[in-house]
Structures are given as structure tokens and as C-alpha cells.
């Protein structure tokens, strides 16, 4: 890169401005400046003065007595025009009461590159417990949120190899899950949970995203997922006029479908 193709100094700024908020993203909602710096990859002194720029924008927030930050709440005001054009505030009492039908954390979540990202939770008024939250990200093809989008989004189409082959088919699991309509994983911990996923489908049967639940797999056994399944579905076709047809999945790659 040549010095006229350098980023200038004012655009770097904002690029590691950048980085440093999406440090935030996840399951950790405070860290402390030597954690973001870790985490952001830049000397502490440089997050220190990104960060308390941060602060004096509202993006972040600093706790007086940790000294730790955490997203500010000018950032989740810069959100909501994004959440009300997707259609989440719409969506949010038909989330809130199918949490409380079915007494366990409903989550909304959409695909982004290659991972599913949990937009919007729901949890029921009882019988909550930390089990029932998903990570913020989770890989398309490992969890049953990727799956029940992967299903139903349109492969981009690759042909792979000098002569132009196709790829090869979807793996049988998503033909499963297309026959039945929900995706289900077992999460290997000391105590297992179990998660559950339906697609939210459009009219033309584009998927725009999809509804997940997860408890622990003594309390979510197969029993429970029938009764839940088709409240879940119901929901979902419920909602799914609610979204911006415009973020619907128009295609994925396919080596997302390969083992």
C-alpha cells in the first residue's frame, strides 16, 4: 500500500472507534480498558482516549465505581429506527406473550455473514433461568437457529473446479429440517441444554430470520419440543408480515452447506 493509499488519520479515528464498540459485542456488557485493549488489539493509552471519546459521546458508558464501560444508552437511541424498521417493536408482544405461554426465553435472530446474531429477547415473566440465553453470535452451520435459516435460504449459486461442476447437495440435516419445519441441537455441557429453532417465512417463502428457545434438556425434553413446535410456528407466521421484506436472505454460500 502505497503512503497516498494510507486511511488519513481522522478516518483511522473512526475505524478504530469503530472496533473498539464492536468489542462490545457478546456476553461480557463491562470491560475494563485493559480488557478492551486486549480485545480491540490497540496500545491501552490509544482505547483509553477512544474510549472516553466514547463516553462523551453517549456511546459508552463508564461505571464511576469500576471504572469499567459498557454501551451507553445513546447508542441503543441511535438503534431504534433500526429495530422499528426491521419490524422488532411490532414483533416485541407477540414475542413477550409466546415467552410467557411456553414459560421459556424466546429469542429473534438473523443471519449476518456467517453466523446467526440474536437481535431481540424475550423472556417469560417465570421460570427463567441463564440457561435460556444464547450466545449473541452463533455459527450458521453448528446451531439450531443456522439451521432453520440455512434451510430455507436460497444457495448462491458457485460452481466450483475448472470444469464448472456444481457443488454438492445440502447436507441431510436440512432436508430434515425443511420436512419438519424446526431445527433442534444439543448443547454438550455439564448439564446439556437443548435449543429449538423455527424459520420466519414470508409470503413468497423467503426466510427473514428465525425464533429460537433453549433450556436445559431435562426440562426441554422431546415431549415438551412437540407442544411447543407449533406455538412457536404459529408466531412466527404471525410476525413475519411485520418485517422489511428487504432484509429477507436472497442467498448464502454454498460452502456453508458442505461438511
Given amino acids: 500500500m502505497t503512503a497516498a493509499d494510507q486511511p488519513r488519520s481522522g478516518a483511522q479515528a473512526v475505524d478504530r472507534a469503530i472496533h473498539v464498540l464492536n468489542c462490545f459485542e457478546g456476553d461480557d456488557p463491562e470491560l475494563s480498558v485493559s480488557e478492551l485493549a486486549h480485545r480491540a488489539g490497540l496500545p ?3 482505547t483509553y ?25 445513546g447508542l441503543a437511541a441511535l438503534a431504534r429506527p433500526a429495530l422499528s424498521r426491521l419490524g422488532i417493536d411490532a414483533a416485541a408482544p407477540h414475542l413477550y406473550a409466546l415467552a410467557a405461554g411456553i414459560r421459556i426465553t424466546v ?14 429477547q424475550a423472556r417469560p415473566p417465570v421460570y427463567f433461568c441463564p440457561n435460556q440465553l444464547p450466545r449473541a453470535r452463533q455459527p450458521l452451520r453448528s446451531s439450531a437457529v443456522g439451521h432453520a435459516l440455512l434451510a430455507f435460504a436460497p444457495v448462491r449459486a458457485i460452481a466450483d473446479g475448472p470444469d464448472r461442476r456444481p457443488t454438492p447437495l445440502p447436507p441431510p440435516d436440512l432436508d430434515r429440517v425443511r420436512r419438519s ?5 444439543i448443547i454438550e455441557r ?18 427473514w430470520g428465525a425464533l429460537g428457545v ?5 426440562r426441554l425434553n422431546a415431549e415438551l419440543v412437540r407442544g411447543i413446535v407449533p406455538a412457536m410456528r404459529q408466531i412466527a407466521g404471525r410476525i413475519a408480515p411485520l418485517f422489511d421484506s428487504t432484509a429477507a436472505i436472497t442467498d448464502v454460500p454454498v460452502e456453508l452447506y458442505s461438511r
Avoid: H, K, N, W
Avoid at 107 to 120: E, G, K, N, P, Q
Avoid at 181 to 185: D, H, S
Fill in 190 to 207: 455439564e448439564d446439556p441444554v437443548r435449543s429449538v429453532a423455527v424459520p420466519i417465512l414470508g409470503p413468497d417463502r423467503q426466510v
Fill in 107 to 120: 429469542s429473534l435472530s438473523i443471519a449476518d455473514d456467517r453466523d446467526a446474531v440474536t437481535v431481540f
Fill in 44 to 46: 491501552v493509552s490509544t
Fill in 214 to 218: 433453549q433450556a436445559r434438556s431435562a
Fill in 181 to 185: 419445519g424446526f431445527a433442534e441441537q
Fill in 49 to 73: 482516549r477512544l474510549a472516553q471519546a466514547l463516553v462523551r459521546g453517549r456511546l459508552l458508558e463508564q461505571d464511576p465505581a469500576t471504572d469499567r464501560y459498557r454501551i451507553g444508552q
